[in-house]
């Protein structure tokens, strides 16, 4: 069974801080995707990384694929409030993703 | 393109009761997948369909459990004599079929047994 471990589980910041969270496994992955997920809505995909030592960019969101491929980090420049979600990774092998449990980001105004 | 659609948005039901859920993906997607999430969890794969087949089911999902996705369209997800353990949030996504695109996600379904 594969397995992703994220950290940290929860993460309280404010306004205008950096931040970085991770995503681990003992297992490789074909690709990597991170998603953010509001209260009582579904996952909403961010980016896919498929290339040991991959960066990508999204506006302030950096999203780097482990030299590996199995694991992978996001960091977030000057927060804001509309950050705030459930970030989640997800490793692909074949057609099926698995999920960590995801950080529960906050950012305070 | 409305993205996908999951109906309905919130269920109550009693245990021992059925429930059916529906699901629309993307029209053009080929692949539908069930998660489910309960509380402080990452989503867990249930189950995934490639057009009409049901190719992988995971030992999450009981017999209790039935999906069907017929004509490779919508799909339909039921629980039958519902549990206390089966209250969490379903949800359903789809992709193009290329392993390296990511999945697009339904709101979910909100069941509370009770």
């Known amino acids: 069974t594969q397995l992703l471990e994220q950290s940290p589980q929860f993460l309280s910041i404010q306004e205008g801080e950096n931040l970085t969270v991770y995503c681990n496994s003992s297992?490789?992955?074909?690709?990597l995707q991170w998603y953010r997920q509001e209260p009582g809505e579904g996952p909403v995909l961010l980016v896919t990384v498929v290339t040991g030592g991959e960066v990508k960019k999204l506006k302030r969101l950096t999203f780097q694929f482990g030299d590996a491929r199995k694991d992978s980090s996001l960091h977030i420049t000057a927060a804001q409030p509309g950050d705030t979600g459930l970030y989640l990774c997800a490793g692909g092998s074949n057609y099926k993703l698995t999920f960590g449990k995801g950080t529960l980001l906050t950012v305070n105004p | 393109d409305t993205g996908v659609s999951q109906d309905p948005r919130h269920k109550i039901t009693k245990r021992g009761q059925n429930v059916t859920f529906r699901c629309d993906p993307i029209?053009?997607?080929?692949?539908l997948y069930w998660y489910r999430q309960t509380l402080g969890q990452g989503p867990e794969f249930l189950t995934y369909f490639q057009n009409e087949a049901q190719l992988e089911k995971s030992r999450l999902l009981s017999d209790r459990f039935s999906a069907e996705r017929p004509k490779g369209s919508f799909s339909t997800l039921e629980i039958q004599r519902t549990e206390q353990g089966d209250s969490a949030m379903y949800l359903c996504?789809?992709?193009?079929?290329?392993?390296?695109?990511?999945?697009?996600f339904g709101s979910g379904t909100r069941l509370t047994v009770v």
């Open positions: 297992s490789v992955f074909s690709s």
């Open positions: 029209s053009e997607h080929n692949r």
């Open positions: 996504a789809s992709s193009p079929g290329t392993q390296n695109y990511g999945y697009t």
